[in-house]
């Protein structure tokens, strides 16, 4: 029996991989996925309930970029028996008495952002606030419309159906054990066997250096790290508040000045409003009177004060991989020919996935990536030693 050869072979089955494999597949490419962990394992950074989707970056390059996965997303929720993206908007507040700056908050030079790239945005004051979002104790509020919360587990299950019915290859619980050339062709060495591939791309998160140092002849190491949220907390309201927090009533939520981020309550399907408290490398730091997720609802969402609080856990608490300069890893591993990189999302990536897995498969495969990928080149990480 000839040996199958594959046209692209990608090593992690996150939602990176899995959207790499989709894209790839409509291009009639004989397509292998590996990965060491099962699909859905809970040390995953793309398995959990709930991930934000939003466009309202200070980077307007990422605001952009949000936005045309926006567009993906939507497209592939036609493909879905099961709709995932809650439209309810994403609303970044702020108070006076915890940033005295208004002015100079998140909220306010994001909402700017969204005006220059004439993307849906609305502001509010205090009594406009309170109007339209009564749960809020703030001062400003700026609301990215096009914005809200998905929903994972269906999407998991969609991108498996789509694989399959495009007869897509996984292997998961198959641990990589070297990568090189032969012949022409990049061999990839499991626990199980080795399997051949005219192409690859490394979509493995936090397992990317481990990975890339079993490539024969590959240097590159990336400044990639673990991080997570400091405390991620469930508050369960009683019953008869409860639809006072649900999608069509409380949109996303984030005070990103000090580390706050939230989800509405989804009925049935989480189990209340989720509140984490984690400050991005890509937002300036203050110190305030708000030092936890106890003490930005005492403040900020008083109407939560009688709520039921239980930890966050298992899938809906993992690592985020952080990079030195803050910018995704996205592009061709030098010095490895017909190889290919995405990681260090940092743990706002997954909103990306459809452009991450487009732009992957239009790399591997030849063709030009329709996004603007420059400044996520790995080669920025190759230390030249010519002097």
């Known amino acids: 029996m000839p040996e199958i050869v594959y046209d692209l072979a990608i090593v992690g089955a996150g939602v990176m991989g899995l959207f790499t494999a989709l894209f790839a597949s409509r291009r009639s490419a004989r397509i292998l996925v590996v990965d060491p962990w099962r699909i859905g394992d809970r040390r995953a950074a793309s398995f959990s309930l709930t991930r934000s989707i939003r466009n309202d970056y200070l980077d307007p390059l990422y605001a952009r970029l949000a936005y045309e996965a926006r567009k993906l997303w939507l497209e592939f929720q036609a493909e879905s028996s099961e709709p995932f993206l809650i439209e309810c908007g994403c609303l970044n507040i702020a108070r006076a008495s915890v940033t005295p700056d208004l002015s100079g908050t998140y909220a306010e030079q994001s909402y700017r952002v969204l005006q220059d790239l004439a993307l849906r945005t609305s502001a509010f ?17 700026r609301l990215d419309v096009e914005a809200g919360c998905l929903y994972v587990p269906p999407i998991t299950a969609t991108l ?91 949109p996303v939520f984030a005070y990103l000045d000090v580390g706050i981020y939230g989800h509405p309550m989804l009925v049935g399907k989480t189990p209340g409003v989720k ?106 990480f190759v230390t030249s030693h010519a002097g």
């Not at 004051?125 to 509020?141: E, N, T, V, Y």
């Not at 487009?358 to 063709?367: F, H, K, N, P, Q």
């Open 125 to 141: 004051d205090r009594s406009g606030l309170r109007a339209r979002f009564p749960q809020f104790d703030a001062d400003i509020g």
């Open 275 to 380: 509140i984490g408290y984690y400050n991005p490398p890509d937002v300036r730091r203050q110190t305030t009177s708000i030092a936890s997720v106890q003490s930005f609802v005492s403040q900020c969402m008083p109407v939560l004060a009688d709520a039921q609080v239980v930890d966050v856990e298992g899938a809906d608490q993992c690592s985020y991989d952080l990079v030195a300069d803050d910018n995704f890893i996205l592009g061709q591993i030098p010095g490895v020919p017909g190889a290919v990189i995405g990681t260090g999302w940092r743990g706002t990536g997954y909103k990306f996935a459809p452009m991450i897995g487009r732009t992957l498969s239009e790399l591997a495969l030849g063709g030009s990536p329709r996004a603007d990928i420059s400044r996520f080149d790995p080669q920025r």
């Open 160 to 250: 498996l159906a789509r694989l399959k019915t495009a007869r897509v290859s996984i292997e998961d619980g198959t641990r990589v054990e070297r990568i090189h050339r032969r012949g022409g062709r990049i061999v990839i060495e499991t626990a199980v066997g080795e399997r051949l591939a005219e192409r690859l791309v490394i979509t493995a998160g936090l397992g990317s250096n481990e990975l890339l140092a079993r490539i024969d002849g590959c240097a590159l190491q990336l400044p990639v790290r673990p991080d997570r949220p400091s405390e991620s907390k469930y508050f369960i309201p009683p019953p008869n508040k409860r639809d006072q927090f649900t999608p069509d009533r409380l």
